[in-house]
């Protein structure tokens, strides 16, 4: 092993690390103290996080860390909140619909319904709020709302916007889509390909060539479908995304830092890069903290970089400080007697991270890959030439459940149980490391080099 070869892996990762990518993977709890209301809606708009509880009660929070909570409208059903126009908006039951300038006063707009308001939304034109039996208010200010037609029965809940044109979108009861006009005077139904309850929908906001425009629509029965969008046309026609099993219900969902974060029951967090093939990630900081409450609501703050989502019970959960995550970043080799292969990368910073070592042999056959290394063996050296970590067989660990926990957190393929392939989990100080691939008979096939921080 020669420090040319040493020297060149590092710097070969180092760069490829340099890339971001989607890395709130873990969560905090956050929950305020002494509430216990179910929180319905989060919103981040002028500097401030707010949510709305079913008690009538306003969370505010500048950090997503920190809450304040205010009595607004005590015993009412506040479901939704938004900005704009300078102004906070919050619907609820009986048609409440509530106004404030400063989230510390609040004045009731005067609303021309009794129905339940579940979602309220400004497109940069319009108010728009929408709620039981397909009722539809518009307003240009918040105080002056009008009845718009709907054409549909059952309940609405998401609304979204083209960050462009404007065009409203809602979801509803039995797969509703409604798509509307910029002003909200006209609505007209969209075929969604599904009959279950979409709850949420949320238009990706950044376009460029290399992220197109994404929307996607979640709700009952683990729902998550997924669109494409160009000039006021969809021309995807949705479809169903690859999701991780489970039915869970899906209410939150948000857009920030490159990916969609759905949140639903029973502590259920999806996030997606494409809104097409979604992972499940954990909602605590690790599996002994998973929250398991019903999540309601989610946003994102490009300020903080920061995701909040709200649930049942009081449940505040913030993503943790975003991270350089090396999602797949891996270098693929020969390994012989005669040949090591060599990996390497920097920890950089001043504080120690947990790093996910993994060297891939038989388990790369299910990948179509010819002649994989069958049996490799990977040992973590510091600069000094130290070892810092060996293993043979990952399964061998005195923790093999934290090997998989962590391949799980950073999105790496599963392992086999008592497969040959190696893995460690090691907390590192910052400085260079090098991984050094062998074969435990001396046998020659090709390898992985994988490496990821949680």
């Known amino acids: 092993m020669t420090s040319t070869k040493r020297l060149l892996a590092v710097l070969l990762l ?21 509430i216990t209301d179910d929180i319905w809606s989060v919103a981040y708009a002028n500097g401030y996080f707010a949510a709305v509880t079913d008690q009538g009660k306003v969370l505010t929070s500048t950090d997503g860390l920190e809450w304040s909570s205010q009595s607004v409208s005590p015993g009412t059903w506040l479901v939704s909140i938004a900005y704009g126009k300078g102004t906070w908006v919050v619907v609820g039951a009986n048609g409440t619909i509530l106004l404030s300038s400063d989230l510390q006063t609040w004045i009731n707009a005067k609303s021309v319904t009794t129905n339940k308001l579940n979602g309220v939304y400004y497109n940069g034109t319009v108010f728009i709020a929408v709620g039981e039996s397909g009722t539809i208010l518009t307003s240009p200010d918040a ?14 809940h998401g609304i979204t916007s083209d960050p462009a044109t404007g065009n409203i979108l809602v979801s509803g009861a039995g797969g509703v889509l409604l798509e509307g006009s910029n002003n909200g005077s006209t609505f007209y139904a969209i075929a969604s390909g599904t009959s279950q309850n979409l709850e949420a929908v949320y238009y990706q906001a950044d376009n460029s060539p290399a992220t197109p425009l994404i929307t996607v629509a979640t709700g009952a029965g683990g729902t998550v479908i997924n669109n494409g969008y160009d000039g006021g046309y969809w021309y995807y026609g949705w479809q169903s995304s690859a999701t991780p099993s489970t039915t869970a219900t899906f209410r939150g969902l948000t857009y920030g830092d490159g990916s969609f974060v759905a949140a639903g029951d029973s502590g259920t967090i999806l996030t997606s890069t494409d809104g097409k093939t979604w992972i499940q990630r954990f909602s605590g900081d690790s599996p002994t903290t998973l929250s398991t409450a019903t999540l309601l609501g989610a946003a994102y703050s490009t300020t903080l970089q920061r995701f909040v989502i709200v649930g049942a019970g009081g449940t505040i959960l913030t993503s943790n400080p975003p991270l350089t995550v090396l999602a797949n970043v891996s270098t693929r080799g020969f390994v012989s007697n005669t040949e090591t292969f060599i990996g390497g990368f920097v920890i950089e910073g001043t504080s120690p991270r947990t790093v996910l070592i993994r060297a891939d042999g038989p388990t790369l056959a299910t990948f179509n890959v010819a002649s994989p290394l069958p049996d490799p063996v990977v040992t973590v050296y510091d600069s000094n030439q130290r070892v810092v970590a060996t293993n043979k067989g990952w399964t061998t660990n005195t923790s093999p459940e934290a090997i998989s926990t962590a391949a799980l957190k950073v999105g790496a ?3 086999p149980a008592m497969s040959a392939d190696s893995a460690v989990l090691v907390t590192l100080s910052p400085g260079a490391y090098t991984a050094v691939i062998t074969s435990a008979s001396g046998t020659s096939g090709i390898a992985l080099f994988e490496a990821y921080t949680e």
Not at 143 to 156: D, P
Request: hydrophobic share 45%; proline share 3%; net charge neutral.
């Open 14 to 34: 180092a760069l490829a690390a340099s890339t971001q990518s989607f890395a709130q993977v873990s969560w905090s709890n956050q929950s305020p103290a002494g």
């Open 143 to 156: 105080q002056t709302w009008t009845v718009q037609t709907s054409g549909v029965t059952g309940f609405l």
């Open 413 to 415: 393929f599963a392992l």
